[in-house]
């Protein structure tokens, strides 16, 4: 009988190993797809706020997927973090390689047509600005256009696709706001 027993306690061991493995694979394999991040500044509300839980698709623009007018995208910037390292900032696309865009009297214009900003926090856009958005780049803007550092900015101005992280596709939490992202100009 200590025999069988034995057998049975390396045969349980066995499987909760091979169980451990495979939760680890399979754990690694999400992360290099979907990349959870958290909100950490104000450039975002009243869509995203402080403190939003995340998620991030790596792969949202692999293949025939492109990035489109009003997703929201998380890239890399110039700007550095307090410890140094490179920030990645959540910004909303207004416009693609060859969009002309141009902000005058609060209102943003993508090829000539006036932009709807009623998902932004104050309805209207400062600046004054007549760009194209030059091949391979993107112009991007906070939903929040009073605080966000964005394209509109030296500091970050127009975004490279190859810096752009992911699409943000799911809010965790807060709870009550869980769900998909959604496009407002889809």
Same mark, same amino acid.
């Given at each position: 009988?200590?025999? !069988? !027993?034995?057998?049975?306690?390396?045969?349980?061991?066995?499987?909760?190993? !091979?169980?451990?493995?495979?939760?680890?694979?399979?754990?690694?394999?999400?992360?290099?797809?979907?990349? &959870?991040?958290?909100?950490?500044?104000?450039?975002?509300? &009243?869509?995203?706020?402080?403190?939003?839980? #995340?998620?991030?698709?790596?792969?949202?623009?692999?293949?025939?997927?492109?990035?489109?007018?009003?997703?929201?995208?998380?890239?890399?910037?110039?700007?550095?973090? +307090?410890?140094?390292?490179?920030?990645?900032?959540?910004?909303?696309?207004?416009?693609?390689?060859?969009?002309?865009?141009?902000?005058?009297?609060?209102?943003?214009?993508?090829?000539?047509?006036?932009?709807?900003?009623?998902?932004?926090?104050?309805?209207?856009?400062?600046?004054?600005? +007549?760009?194209?958005?030059? +091949?391979?780049?993107?112009?991007?803007?906070?939903?929040?256009? +009073?605080?966000?550092?964005?394209?509109?900015?030296?500091?970050?101005?127009?975004?490279?696709?190859?810096?752009?992280?992911?699409?943000?596709?799911?809010? #965790?939490?807060?709870?009550?706001?869980?769900?998909?992202?959604?496009? &407002?100009? !889809?």
């Amino acid at each position: 009988m200590g025999k !069988k !027993k034995e057998i049975r306690e390396k045969s349980l061991a066995l499987e909760w190993i !091979k169980d451990i493995v495979i939760a680890v694979i399979i754990a690694a394999v999400i992360v290099q797809v979907v990349k &959870p991040t958290i909100v950490k500044e104000r450039s975002m509300e &009243p869509n995203f706020y402080q403190n939003d839980y #995340l998620f991030v698709y790596r792969l949202a623009y692999k293949g025939d997927h492109k990035i489109q007018r009003g997703d929201v995208i998380v890239f890399r910037s110039d700007l550095e973090t +307090d410890s140094g390292k490179k920030k990645l900032l959540i910004k909303r696309v207004i416009g693609v390689a060859g969009d002309e865009i141009s902000i005058h009297n609060g209102e943003v214009y993508v090829n000539g047509e006036k932009d709807d900003q009623s998902y932004t926090m104050s309805g209207e856009t400062v600046g004054d600005l +007549d760009e194209t958005v030059p +091949d391979g780049s993107l112009f991007c803007m906070g939903d929040n256009r +009073d605080v966000s550092i964005d394209s509109r900015s030296d500091q970050v101005g127009m975004v490279s696709t190859g810096r752009v992280f992911g699409k943000v596709v799911f809010r #965790l939490y807060p709870f009550d706001r869980m769900g998909r992202i959604t496009n &407002p100009y !889809k």
